[in-house]
T-cell receptor
Framework: DVKVTQSSRYLVKRTGEKVFLECVQD?????MFWYRQDPGLGLRLIYF???????EKGDIPEGYSVSREKKERFSLILESASTNQTSMYLC?????????????FGPGTRLTVL | GEDVEQSLFLSVREGDSSVINCTYT??????LYWYKQEPGAGLQLLTY?????DMKQDQRLTVLLNKKDKHLSLRIADTQTGDSAIYFCAASLGTGANNLFFGTGTRLTVIP
């Protein structure tokens, strides 16, 4: 079974703090994704990575950066957290080849910025 | 890109069938997916259908695809309280790392 883990289920931070969200997958997938989920807005793609050290902006990259130094790990960084970044953050991974484009998701990190 | 739309809420009585609908805009979508998200959890793949199929059945789940109308539905037979969750429709646009587009999700509430 594919396993995608996220470092925290719940996180509370203060405005202006630097926040790191970590995601690890154990299936040697090339592609990894960070989404945020907000009520009524569904999933919005923040950043994705298609290989080590490679990254692409998604639909809402402002206020975020990412790091992919190793294939299994994809980190989301909030340089200076703000209250409008309070959200559920979901990480996903996917193999490039294969019959389908199925993405496998982690359990999510609910971040509250005070 | 692609726009994928779903209604936000659906309520059904336990034992009834649920039908969750989804529309998408790009006719070149190759795979269409249904994901389930239980409270406080990530998304779990429920089922998917390839664009050259019009129906797929898997136990209590039936997926119908009307490619002409770009309409996808998920039917859950004999809906149980454990089926209460948010259901996301997603459409895949072929190759490329970022080719999966999600709907807003439909929150299904099952009334005992």
């Amino acid at each position: 079974d594919v396993k995608v883990t996220q470092s925290s289920r719940y996180l509370v931070k203060r405005t202006g703090e630097k926040v790191f969200l970590e995601c690890v997958q154990d299936m040697d997938h090339e592609n990894m994704f960070w989404y945020r989920q907000d009520p009524g807005l569904g999933l919005r793609l923040i950043y994705f990575s298609y290989d080590v050290k490679m990254k692409e902006k998604g639909d809402i990259p402002e206020g975020y950066s990412v790091s992919r130094e190793k294939k299994e790990r994809f980190s989301l960084i909030l340089e200076s957290a703000s209250t409008n970044q309070t959200s559920m953050y979901l990480c996903a991974s996917r193999r490039t080849s294969g019959r389908t484009d199925t993405q496998y998701f982690g359990p999510g990190t609910r971040l509250t910025v005070l | 890109g692609e726009d994928v739309e779903q209604s936000l809420f659906l309520s059904v009585r336990e034992g009834d069938s649920s039908v969750i609908n989804c529309t998408y805009t790009d006719s070149s979508s190759t795979y269409l997916y249904w994901y389930k998200q239980e409270p406080g959890a990530g998304l779990q793949l429920l089922t998917y259908i390839f664009s050259n199929m019009d129906m797929k059945q898997d136990q209590r789940l039936t997926v119908l695809l009307n490619k002409k109308d770009k309409h996808l539905s998920l039917r859950i037979a004999d809906t149980q309280t454990g089926d209460s969750a948010i259901y996301f429709c997603a459409a895949s646009l072929g190759t490329g790392a970022n080719n999966l587009f999600f709907g807003t999700g439909t929150r299904l509430t099952v009334i005992p």
